[in-house]
């Protein structure tokens, strides 16, 4: 029997419509349209967990509440997160703290011109005592991945760890090696300094599931910073978690996104979205050289199924779409030289498109 956790109220039936639920404990129920069995339970574990989670990392990270709902995203749909902002807004802090939340091991890679793809993916070690070779691991078998100004490493390094993202496995000689289950990268740039850089191939970023792109605090939030960092100098340790995320939590709420209910208009929606960027009308004809890929449409759909469970909800709506269609197409567009010259950003052509495209 297979238990996946999703929330207790979906889809609800009764034990006189399926006779094996009247010889189950009362928090398992068969899900009629899934056809599978549900602790409840561990469904209202998951959410818990997650959630006190999110509410410990807004109290750590002052004034980034959606890059944090943004990287809890991330990690629930198996992607990873390009982020893009200013030095100082607590992009390393953000990961940092999660992986003081969530079971898992962390590693930082500062990514520098002279920086070798083995520097990232391990490599082979002589062992004199026996004449053999033996594999070293590199940082990306770990849980949790910073790839720290990932533009300023060359493409052959940018390769190797774009690859273990999309494969989950490196390949050194003749073998094959997994990476864990449970792993995210979440790779950040700087947007102010682009000498010496190595821009990722558009290519590329179509791995990334979303793109954030980081602002600046406002006023309330930059004097609470003020008030944490020193109470943090004064305790001289940081807080830790009151509980922190297993795996399996975030295995169940994998699961539980994945059996969120949402409609066949919402479904097409997503695509019709997707195909405007292919295939675009008016002024964006004359913007969008190359539209997003299939990696778009489930990124839209993946992220948006996210965001409702994580805002406590069984459902998908339009609005979700909506929420996430900058982070997951804004990488994903390729504008022509026209709009280059005449200053039109991504976030304004999908602007246009929600615009545009009708809402069901």
């Not at 639920?21 to 069995?37: D, I, K």
């Not at 893009?84 to 500062?110: D, Y």
């Not at 190595?198 to 970023?205: D, F, K, M, V």
């Not at 930059?222 to 109470?231: H, Q």
Request: with cysteine.
């Amino acid at each position: 029997m297979v238990l996946v956790a999703i929330r207790p109220s979906l889809y609800p039936i009764s034990q006189r419509e399926c006779r094996p639920c009247a010889r189950l404990p009362l928090q398992y129920r068969l899900n009629s349209l899934f056809g599978f069995y549900v602790n409840t339970a561990q469904v209202d574990s998951t959410y818990e967990s997650i959630t006190s989670a999110v509410s410990w990392l807004n109290s750590k990270i002052i004034g980034q509440d959606e890059l944090i709902q943004r990287l809890m995203m991330s990690l629930l749909c198996g992607g990873h997160l390009l982020v893009e902002g200013a030095p100082g807004l607590a992009k390393t802090r953000a990961i940092k703290e999660l992986a003081e939340a969530v079971e898992g091991e962390f590693h930082r890679i500062q990514f520098t011109p002279d920086l070798l793809p083995s520097d990232v993916t391990g490599t082979e070690i002589y062992r004199p005592e026996d004449g053999s070779f033996k594999f070293q691991e590199g940082p990306i078998f770990h849980n949790l991945i910073l790839a720290d100004e990932i533009n300023r490493a060359p493409a052959k390094v940018q390769s190797a760890l774009l690859e273990a993202m999309g494969e989950h496995q490196v390949s050194i000689g003749r073998e094959t090696f997994k990476l864990p289950d449970l792993f995210l990268v979440m790779a950040t740039q700087n947007p102010i300094e682009q000498e010496g850089t190595y821009p990722l191939p558009e290519a590329q970023l179509d791995r990334f599931l979303m793109h954030f792109v980081v602002g600046y605090p406002d006023a309330d939030a930059e004097t609470k910073i003020l008030n944490l960092v020193r109470s943090e100098t004064q305790l001289g340790a940081p807080t830790p978690p009151t509980h922190e995320v297993s795996q399996q939590h975030v295995f169940a709420a994998r699961q539980a996104i994945l059996a969120q209910h949402m409609t066949e208009s919402v479904e097409r929606y997503i695509v019709q979205l997707v195909m405007a960027t292919r295939a675009p009308t008016s002024d964006l004809t004359r913007w969008i050289e190359y539209g997003a890929s299939p990696r778009g449409t489930i990124a839209l759909d993946l992220c948006s199924r996210a965001l409702a469970w994580i805002e406590g909800r069984d459902f998908v709506s339009p609005e979700d779409v909506q929420n996430v269609a900058h982070d997951c197409l804004r990488h994903r567009l390729i504008l022509t030289f026209e709009a280059d010259a005449q200053g039109i950003t991504s976030d304004q052509v999908i602007d246009d498109l929600l615009t545009e495209v009708a809402v069901p």
